[in-house]
């Protein structure tokens, strides 16, 4: 059967919720289902479906508001689709409450990104657990939260991790040549993290470690790739520390890969928010060992001592012995970083993510005609 999908997303910021939904969306597309994106106009991934050729349009729904859930209510009523699957908390509720309007509702799936609590109140309550046919989470530890915490129902909340084009992931060729050509040391191990500057990524205490790191006596240098809100923050903090020369700050960038290719070690520093982090699926996958905090589903694919190194959040001195310890031993490194490539191919390919949301698709919209 083929599928008419409906993503909805009111977020106007860019990360790896996104960046799913543009995925998933090209991998149903190419499976010969029709898929359609509603976002805001100024949202960055109405922009980056259009580059894609996806099928997307502007709607104003960046608010929980009557111009909202009227303006997703005619979207419905003239666009009817089989499935919504919306994103955010906002399209959500504007979205849902929109369906039940119609004379013939399509199946809601709700999916759920991030490790943020969710509201304990009546209304969140219904949003989740009479609103949505399914809730799709990134991870596993996602899911357990919402059945267990949240008490959800178990049959209806399903761990779907996002998928990836591994071909577009090789591991580097000359790690040499890909950090002369970005104009980093060849000479000492540079130590890399790519996201948006926003505040619970974490990058301060990455900054912190990575300062003690140096005062140990160990020789490395420090990538940050990507810009956003805490961006002037960061440089400051490198500055104050007098650490500048041994720190690479790029702002945001296109080619993410390039800069994956010239480190030796991936550093995720979040303390909130993440289910499975697309930076390290990404970092894996070329090959990269990884240090990270424990937090959201991270511990589903950073196997301790295998494919990387753990740490609680906002631990600097556990963050500084976990590098000391990678630097250190570069067979480690080696070691580690083939794992995480093999470790990635046997999970973290788009057509699986597809097969299992369609899946749910498929389940969800037969539900309704069970009801």
């Not at 046919?133 to 209806?156: E, M, N, S």
């Not at 490198?238 to 991936?266: C, K, P, R, S, W």
């Amino acid at each position: 059967m083929k599928l008419n999908i409906l993503h909805t997303e009111s977020s106007c910021g860019w990360g790896g919720q996104e960046l799913r939904i543009l995925g998933e969306s090209e991998g149903f597309i190419a499976e010969g289902h029709k898929v359609t994106i509603v976002c805001p106009e100024h949202a960055p991934i109405y922009a980056a479906a259009q580059k894609r050729g996806i099928p997307v349009f502007p709607v104003p729904i960046e608010r929980k508001n009557i111009k909202g859930l009227l303006a997703a209510y005619r979207w419905l009523k003239s666009n009817p689709p089989m499935i919504i699957n919306t994103h955010s908390s906002t399209d959500s509720w504007l979205f849902t409450l929109a369906s039940r309007w119609l004379s013939k509702r399509p199946a809601v799936v709700r999916s759920r990104h991030v490790s943020a609590p969710v509201h304990d109140n009546w209304p969140t309550t219904w949003l989740y657990a009479k609103g949505a046919d399914y809730i799709v989470t990134t991870g596993d530890a996602l899911r357990d939260y919402l059945t267990c915490q949240a008490r959800f129902a178990k049959q209806k909340v399903v761990s779907i991790p996002t998928g990836l084009e591994i071909n577009k992931y090789p591991p580097a060729e000359d790690k040499g040549r890909a950090k002369t050509l970005l104009g980093l040391p060849v000479d000492r191990p540079v130590i890399g993290k790519v996201a948006i500057m926003r505040d619970w990524k974490g990058h301060r205490y990455l900054v912190d470690a990575f300062a003690e790191l140096l005062k140990s006596g160990k020789s490395a240098h420090l990538l940050l790739v990507g810009g956003g809100e805490e961006f002037e923050n960061v440089q400051k903090q490198i500055a104050d520390l007098g650490i500048g020369e041994h720190v690479t700050l790029t702002g945001t960038v296109d080619n993410v890969l390039d800069y994956l290719h010239a480190m030796d070690l991936f550093v995720l520093a979040s303390y909130d928010n993440e289910g499975v982090p697309q930076s390290i699926m990404q970092a894996m996958l070329t090959g990269l060992p990884i240090v990270a905090t424990d937090v959201g589903s991270v511990r589903e694919i950073v196997v301790e001592n295998k494919t990387g190194l753990m740490a609680p959040p906002k631990n600097v001195q556990a963050m500084t012995d976990a590098m000391r310890q990678m630097v250190s031993d570069r067979e480690r490194l080696r070691t580690m970083g083939l794992n995480a490539r093999q470790f990635g191919e046997e999970r973290f390919s788009r057509e699986l993510m597809v097969e299992r949301m369609e899946k749910v698709f498929t389940e969800a919209y037969a539900s309704l005609s069970d009801r």
